[in-house]
């Protein structure tokens, strides 16, 4: 079992530029989570995906942010036209469908977005 | 609770000590709460968790602590190792939530050999 993989690792992008981050769920996950975080801050929810379904974005920025979890492939979180200040590590994690009771995460490594 | 500032509280320990990191939490909504470790550079990995219904649960080498009445959360390491040297933040779900988490601000735990 690979874990939950997210790629890149890194990435780096001018002001103005499209950044789209990849997020593979664990084997047999079907709830993605999106989350960022901001040096010595703790991780701070954006979106709560299901396949094909956006369950909670209370946490997205109103504009410039967008995520979806297609039928086949992975989680994309895209932000256009990047600002220096969505320059930040962007977390995904996955959990079992609903029904289970445990509703801890397993997170990935992270992409670490740099906006120059 | 709500992850606020821009310094993280730290703490010191001797290797072989035990470690207590404490965490308030601000939601009396909340009804599960979880500990994380995060080293450099990597995503946050799981320790242990509770449920509001418990006030203790032990692992290996930790055990958490809830207290609702005041609304304070600990994790403590029994004698603490090098590795784990790391920041630990607690995180919350709110029974009224759609399965997401709120995070604490974190502890950057270093363990002096």
């Known amino acids: 079992n690979a874990g939950v993989m997210q790629n890149p690792r890194h990435l780096v992008r001018r002001r103005g530029q499209e950044a789209r981050l990849r997020c593979s769920p664990m084997?047999?996950?079907?709830?993605v989570y999106w989350y960022r975080q901001l040096p010595e801050e703790g991780l701070k929810f954006m979106v709560y995906l299901q396949k094909e379904n956006i369950i909670d974005e209370s946490g997205m920025p109103k504009e410039r942010f967008s995520a979806e979890f297609p039928k086949e492939g992975p989680s994309i979180l895209r932000i256009q036209q990047v600002v220096r200040g969505d320059s930040a590590a962007y977390f995904c994690a996955s959990s079992p469908g609903q029904g289970t009771a445990n509703y801890g995460y397993t997170f990935g490594s992270g992409t670490r977005l740099t906006v120059v | 609770g709500e992850s606020v500032g821009l310094h993280l509280p730290t703490l010191s320990v001797q290797e072989g000590d035990n470690s207590i990191i404490n965490c308030a939490y601000s939601?009396?909504?909340?009804?599960?709460f979880i500990w994380y470790k995060q080293e450099s550079g990597k995503g946050p990995q799981f320790i242990i968790d509770i449920r509001s219904n418990m006030d203790k649960r032990q692992g290996q080498r930790v055990t958490v602590l809830l207290n609702k009445t005041v609304k304070h959360l600990s994790l403590q390491i029994a004698a603490t190792q090098p590795g784990d040297s790391a920041v630990y933040f607690c995180a919350e779900r709110s029974s009224g939530s759609a399965r997401q988490l709120t995070f604490g601000s974190g502890t950057q735990l270093t363990v002096l050999p």
């Open positions: 939601n009396s909504a909340s009804d599960y």
């Open positions: 084997k047999g996950h079907s709830h």
